[in-house]
């Protein structure tokens, strides 16, 4: 079979796909929704829970406009029908329009808060859809009239032909001036008062960030309290970092790095919701100099092998987003303002140079999120850090004296062996740089590590 091809229209998100329908004497036979061959031809993976179909009698039926709190990739098994579709959601496409007739070799996957509407032009045409969320008899719709002349619909049979079958629900629908938007779906925040929390607050500052007390990974319990059936998007920020102290404080390295990202994964699954996973480098041994996404999990530490854990659960649900990032510097207590500290105290610090990476600046870290979100990217893996050469801790300290008036010689270089004597420390990978090829290919491009330093020191 061929592959189908994809169309965008005027309206953000939604994409006619032309199918292939191979016919002889007995029929006809298509794949009406193929997931390999669609999501590589560049369609959302939806997560399909439930297949409708409408069986519309006679010639002239019309229903709609309807925006459904979830997305939906509509066809028809048999006849023809005349579709029409409105953006009623939040924002500057809101009430652009778009028409397209479907036959059987024609599909169009409508996002969230995209009215959606039909007119029947065959007798026996059956109208079928498939959705990812279960219909309740709570979700809200947005509708608007499906005759408001400022929609400017070119209905083939026009709606004051006898002909026509219409609800006086749909008759009584409000013109597009007295429709209020469709909000956009709620994100939860969890973990939102550290370096990444606070940074993903900032690019989705209508998102809700509960306070621990309200929602814990660590505790089962509170998870399981916990309501996630509003959300449309989770964002987990929340981990245990503390590296050296991991090695013995194992019980809640695991809950939060392990156990938490399990439990959330598995509300992601039952709750239908697309699940976002901060993860780290140190889920890799290091002995690569460039990790790609696609690596074996070779964790070092306890702390590595609790998020190396978290990692295979969090895959385990099927709309993740599973960002492996490094060396993050963001509001509070962090790398570059100790070094910007010890410049300014007039101290001249000794700073491992045996270990090499690229800083991720938590903002840059939030508009990667905010990206793969925003471009419906294929779920799974994305290494996520600043552009630019990977340098060593040591590199790094001296570019922070450098900018802050200070000789770059005032920082010294050591190993790793050396900077760990007499100390109990974890072990760490001795190369961290990850690659940044499959994000690229999204369309993002990381700013320059170097340049987001600079604007870094500079606030």
């Known amino acids: 079979m061929s592959v189908p091809t994809l169309d965008t229209t005027p309206i953000p998100g939604l994409l006619v796909v032309t199918l292939d329908v191979h016919g002889d004497n007995r029929g006809w036979f298509k794949e009406n929704w193929q997931r390999a061959k669609m999501t590589a031809l560049g369609l959302p993976d939806f997560g399909p829970v439930q297949q409708n179909d409408s069986y519309n009698s006679a010639r002239g039926v019309t229903r709609g406009v309807h925006a459904e709190p979830w997305d939906k990739f509509a066809s028809v098994a048999t006849g023809r029908a005349y579709g029409a ?42 109208y079928s859809y498939l959705v990812n969320a279960h219909w309740r008899p709570d979700a809200g719709y947005t509708e608007v009239n499906l005759a408001d002349p400022t929609l400017a619909i070119d209905w083939p049979i026009p709606l004051d032909d006898p002909s026509i079958q219409l609800s006086q629900k749909d008759r009584d629908n409000p013109a597009l001036a007295n429709v209020t938007p469709m909000a956009a779906a709620p994100v939860l925040v969890v973990g939102g008062s550290g370096q990444v929390g606070t940074a993903l607050r900032r690019a989705f500052p209508a998102a809700h960030a509960p306070p621990r007390s309200e929602l814990d990974l660590a505790d089962p319990d509170s998870v399981a309290r916990f309501d996630f059936s509003s959300y ?186 050396e900077y760990g004597a007499g100390k109990d420390l974890a072990p760490r990978p001795a190369h961290s740089a990850l690659s940044l090829a499959k994000i690229r290919a999204t369309g993002f491009e990381p700013r320059d590590v170097l340049e987001d330093l600079e604007a870094y020191l500079s606030t």
């Open 232 to 417: 449309d998007v989770v964002l987990n920020a929340a981990a245990y970092t503390a590296v050296d102290a991991a090695e013995t404080d194992r019980r809640d390295a695991w809950a939060a790095n392990a156990t938490g990202p399990a439990l959330l994964a598995a509300q992601a699954t039952r709750n239908g919701f697309t699940l976002v996973h901060v993860s780290s480098d140190y889920v890799f041994d290091g002995t690569l100099e460039e990790h790609p996404e696609d690596e074996p999990l070779s964790p070092l530490g306890v702390y590595g092998q609790s998020k190396a854990a978290g990692d295979l659960a969090v895959s385990a649900t099927p709309r993740h987003y599973l960002l492996r990032t490094t060396w993050v510097v963001g509001d509070g207590h962090n790398f570059v303002r100790t070094m910007q500290r010890l410049a300014r105290d007039g101290v001249s610090p000794s700073v491992v140079a045996d270990q090499v990476g690229r800083l991720t600046f938590a903002d840059e870290l939030a508009r990667a999120v905010r990206h793969l979100l925003d471009k419906r990217a294929p779920y799974g893996t994305y290494n996520v850090t600043n552009g630019g050469d990977a340098d060593s801790w040591a590199g790094f300290a001296q570019a922070v004296f450098t900018a802050s008036g200070r000789s770059a010689d005032d920082v010294s270089p050591v190993s790793t062996e």
């Open 85 to 126: 579709w409105v953006d009623l959601r939040e924002g500057p496409s809101f009430g652009t329009t778009y028409t397209h007739e479907l036959a059987p070799d024609t599909a169009v996957f409508v996002p969230r808060g995209v009215g959606n509407a039909y007119q029947v032009l065959e007798d026996a045409t059956v």
